[in-house]
T-cell receptor
Framework: QKEVEQDPGPLSVPEGAIVSLNCTYS??????FMWYRQYSRKGPELLMY????GNKEDGRFTAQVDKSSKYISLFIRDSQPSDSATYLC????????????FGGGTRLMVKP | GAGVSQSPRYKVTKRGQDVALRCDPI?????LYWYRQALGQGPEFLTY????????KSGLPNDRFSAERPEGSISTLTIQRTEQRDSAMYRC??????????????FGPGTRLTVL
């Protein structure tokens, strides 16, 4: 079983919908939680990161971390066709180097 | 400014050949990471450097894989005696700080390696 699990999708939604993307993990030592967006044939780019549990909002994006359930979420409000990409969750431990453990990614398609 | 660059962007080689993949991090970034990304999967950690020192190579699959960063800037990932299972996208990332706090990693475009 992988340390970080993510539904591969694809997830298809109409423009303007609220999108919910999720990851579960097994390693309770993870302290930093990140969401990356990856467009086709491009490298991942950071959307948001959160330290420990809680919520963080940035524009149309909200990240939530529930460490007690080992579950993280990314919500996208008013989704746009330009949001169509693969979304990767990533995690790292504190005080253990900066290497990231990624989920497999969820492919999102927002239809106009 | 310029981002992380990698070369070549595409590499096709025959089984048994050695390949060298190059990463040029963002100028001034002290940490450099190598990941491997299979099609439809997330990146998988291989190794990383702080300055010229290799800090962790626990993700390297076997001893055919090695990496170096002799001057603390450009890094080379070398795969000896390539096998078909080595075919993947190899990604490099860099960050501008060391230490336990969060440091954003900036990813390069990757090198697509195909072993025939």
């Amino acid at each position: 079983q992988k340390e970080v699990e993510q539904d591969p999708g694809p997830l298809s939604v109409p423009e303007g919908a609220i999108v919910s993307l999720n990851c579960t993990y097994s390693n309770s030592a993870f302290q930093y939680f990140m969401w990356y967006r990856q467009y086709s044939r491009k490298g991942p780019e950071l959307l948001m990161y959160t330290y420990s549990s809680g919520n963080k909002e940035d524009g149309r994006f909200t990240a939530q971390v529930d460490k007690s359930s080992k579950y993280i979420s990314l919500f996208i409000r008013d989704s746009q066709p330009s949001d169509s990409a693969t979304y990767l969750c990533a995690m790292r431990r504190h005080n253990a180097g900066n290497m990231l453990t990624f989920g497999g990614g969820t492919r999102l398609m927002v239809k106009p | 400014g310029a981002g992380v660059s990698q070369s070549p962007r595409y590499k096709v080689t025959k089984r048994g050949q050695d390949v060298a993949l190059r990463c040029d991090p963002i100028s001034g970034h002290v940490s450099l990471y190598w990941y491997r990304q299979a099609l439809g999967q997330g990146p998988e950690f291989l190794t990383y450097f702080n300055y010229e020192a290799q800090q962790d190579k626990s993700g390297l699959p076997n001893d055919r894989f090695s990496a170096e960063r002799p001057e603390g800037s450009i890094s080379t990932l070398t795969i000896q005696r390539t096998e078909q299972r080595d075919s993947a996208m190899y990604r490099c990332a860099s960050s501008d700080e060391v230490g336990p706090q969060y440091n954003e990693q900036f990813f390069g475009p990757g090198t697509r390696l195909t072993v025939l």
